[in-house]
């Protein structure tokens, strides 16, 4: 069966330093990734999805980063972080197929302080 | 551009009386909708969709959906509520005329069962 995989859970950042978040997806081949930020526990925002290796379509300009170094693996990254950056991260996939749900990893809760 | 709408921040229900929370949908085409619901610093569990076929859905946890093309909406339904059926709850559409397939969220909807 196919897990999602999401780290680190918790993670409380200093303005300025840089950010690396690592999702993988095991159990499938080629999916569709994504990454989405929510803030306040509330709406979703696309920030990133990849279709493939070296694939990566932004959704919002702004201060982060998407990197697809492998077919299951997705990278969301920062060289320097804004206080607005904090937020609840979600790494998400998907198959290519338009009648498939997306599966979501356990998401990173980011604080910028 | 494809959209779904969930128009109440926030629903109360006592336990044991039925529960519906709200979705209208806006799409170029034939809608690809989904439902999940979110458990607080948790990731969105899939609850159920529509693709096409019978216009109620059942998935997940005693949940279903009703979907009406007419007033384009999907709404989520249980018939019993339970306090552990309090979360948040997304409904989605699936993003199929830009190539991208991409999920577009609703802002969410927060469901209280009171005991």
């Known amino acids: 069966s196919q897990t999602i995989h999401q780290w680190p859970a918790t993670l409380v950042q200093p303005v300025g330093s840089p950010l690396s978040l690592e999702c993988t997806v095991e159990?499938?081949?080629?999916?569709?990734l994504y990454w989405y930020r929510q803030a306040a526990g509330r709406g979703l925002q696309l920030l990133f999805y990849?279709?493939?290796?070296?694939?990566i379509s932004s959704e919002v300009p702004q201060n982060l980063s998407a990197s697809r170094p492998q077919d299951r693996q997705f990278i969301l990254s920062s060289k320097k972080l804004l206080l607005s950056d904090s937020g609840f991260y979600l790494c998400a996939w998907s198959v290519g197929r338009l009648d498939t749900e997306a599966f979501f990893g356990q998401g990173t809760r980011l604080t910028v302080v | 551009a494809q959209s779904v709408a969930q128009p109440e921040d926030q629903v109360n229900v006592a336990e044991g009386n039925p529960l519906t929370v709200k979705c209208t949908y806006s799409v170029s085409g034939n809608p690809y909708l989904f439902w999940y619901v979110q458990y607080p610093n948790r990731g969105l569990q899939f609850l159920l969709k529509?693709?096409?076929?019978?216009?109620l859905v059942k998935g997940s946890y005693g949940f279903e959906a009703e979907f009406n093309k007419s007033q384009t909406s999907f709404h989520l339904k249980k018939p019993s509520a339970l306090v552990s059926d309090s979360a948040l709850y997304f409904c989605a559409v699936r993003d199929i005329t830009s190539g991208t397939y991409k999920y577009i969220f609703g802002t969410g909807t927060r469901l209280k069962v009171l005991a």
């Open positions: 529509y693709i096409t076929g019978d216009n």
């Open positions: 159990g499938t081949s080629n999916p569709n």
């Open positions: 990849s279709v493939g290796i070296g694939q």
